[in-house]
């Protein structure tokens, strides 16, 4: 049983069995961008012009291991915190601003499976219906332990 | 109940402590948070408790913030929970409510080849709309979607798409029979043709609902469903807005006509 909101309750995963501490090499970003933080970007970057948007939480990244390979890799990125982030109808225009003016192809966006995340998906569906164009946009709910994703749909 | 799933969680506590110890006591440990902005839907709907749970859950919320109202106790019939639904991308989903439209369409099939044997001569009229219907609406509107955009992203030549192109063959072929049929005043044929596509039909959009658009999906990058959609848009944009609209009309009147009938 859980004794605090699942956002913000303290979990120790240090003692699971599989750390990968024998991964050997470097790895290449497939980040090929920069700012990344929602309120930093300009929708009208050239890096976003008809490209697949990532709109990552947070914490997504630091909880897939292979964020980069499996998730980053060919979109570029946008990130953001709805629990924490102020300002939050300003990422709801840039959002809009994405679709109409950048002609994005898709947007997907990432979240941790606690509840306040869902804000996350709130503010890309927001965006997207404020949009003129209409485009299709993923969820993929992260497990916050174990680093599994949980579930993928179209919304 | 609609009330209290959509309002903050922080509200729902604030007004109501008990709520937070029963979200404990299912491990949805709302209570301490200092923010509580989550909705209390989401707060439960993420959680992915089973049905039965679930239901049990909001049950005791209810009770608890609505004392005085008669809250039923929640019965959940299992056998009729269904598994989770197909999530199809955008374009996909468009091409399965297109399916629905033609659904409606085969249904009437049986009534209409009652009606037309039973009178006196053959209403061509009649028959011929559904051909229009078949040909302007489920041939040139949707097949041809799947025809020239979304079977381009798969190979042609495995055995589900040449199977698919083999039904949309056989499917014309039934309905430049029933034109013929019409044409003479054939009724057998008419039957004969029309059951013919409905049966090959109702075939047809199971395999591509249940197995070709999710394996299709499957093997398609984000940025192919992207485009996928584009095209689709693209290519229902080149026929207007007012084409589905006339043919659900089509169906609404047919379907209304046949009610009367009977």
Not at chain 1, 110 to 123: A, E, F, N, R, Y
Request: with cysteine; aromatic share 6%.
């Amino acid at each position: 049983m859980s004794d605090c909101c699942p956002g913000s309750k303290t979990m120790d995963f240090s003692e699971k069995d599989e750390q990968g501490d024998d991964e050997t090499g470097a790895r290449q970003s497939q980040l090929k961008q920069w700012p990344i933080q929602l309120h930093l970007v300009s929708p009208q970057a050239p890096y976003f012009q008809e490209k697949d948007i990532l709109l990552a939480a947070d914490c997504v990244p630091f909880t897939l291991a292979d964020f980069h390979k499996d998730h980053l890799k060919g979109k570029s990125l946008a990130i953001g915190c709805p629990k924490l982030d102020s300002d939050q109808e300003v990422y709801v225009d840039k959002i809009a601003a994405l679709i109409d003016d950048s002609k994005i192809n898709t947007l997907t966006v990432m979240i941790m499976q606690v509840p306040c995340c869902m804000g996350l998906s709130q503010i890309a569906k927001s965006g997207a219906e404020k949009a003129t164009r209409k485009i299709p946009v993923k969820q993929v709910v992260v497990g916050v332990e174990g680093g599994k994703v949980l579930s993928e749909e179209w919304l | 109940m609609e009330n209290i799933l959509n309002t903050d969680i922080r509200a729902v506590i604030d007004q109501c402590p008990e709520v937070g110890r029963i979200l404990e006591e299912y491990g949805i440990g709302c209570a301490p948070c200092s923010v509580g902005s989550c909705l209390v839907s989401d707060v439960v709907g993420i959680h992915g408790l089973d049905p039965q749970t679930e239901a049990t859950l909001m049950y005791k919320i209810e009770k608890v913030v609505y004392p005085d109202r008669d809250v039923p106790e929640p019965k959940v019939d299992l056998s009729k929970i269904v598994p989770k639904e197909i999530n199809y991308s955008p374009a996909v989903k468009n091409l399965v409510d297109e399916h629905v439209l033609i659904k409606r369409l085969l249904a009437l099939i049986p009534t209409i080849t009652d009606f037309v044997e039973k009178s006196e001569t053959v209403d061509k009229d009649l028959v011929m709309s559904c051909i229009d219907f078949i040909r302007g609406y489920a041939d040139k509107f949707h097949h041809m979607k799947e025809e020239d955009i979304l079977f381009k992203y798969v190979d042609e030549q495995s055995e589900i798409i040449k199977i698919m192109y083999e039904d949309h063959v056989t499917g014309r072929n039934h309905v430049k029979n029933v034109v013929e049929g019409a044409e003479n005043g054939n009724k057998a044929q008419i039957k004969e043709h029309l059951h013919g596509y409905r049966d090959l039909l109702t075939q047809h959009i199971k395999k591509e609902d249940e197995i070709l658009y999710p394996w299709i999906e499957r093997q398609m990058s984000d940025q192919q469903i992207g485009e996928l959609f584009q095209r689709c848009s693209a290519a229902d944009a080149s026929v207007g807005e007012e084409l589905p609209k006339k043919y659900e009309k089509f169906i609404i009147e047919l379907e209304e006509k046949f009610a009367k009938e009977n």
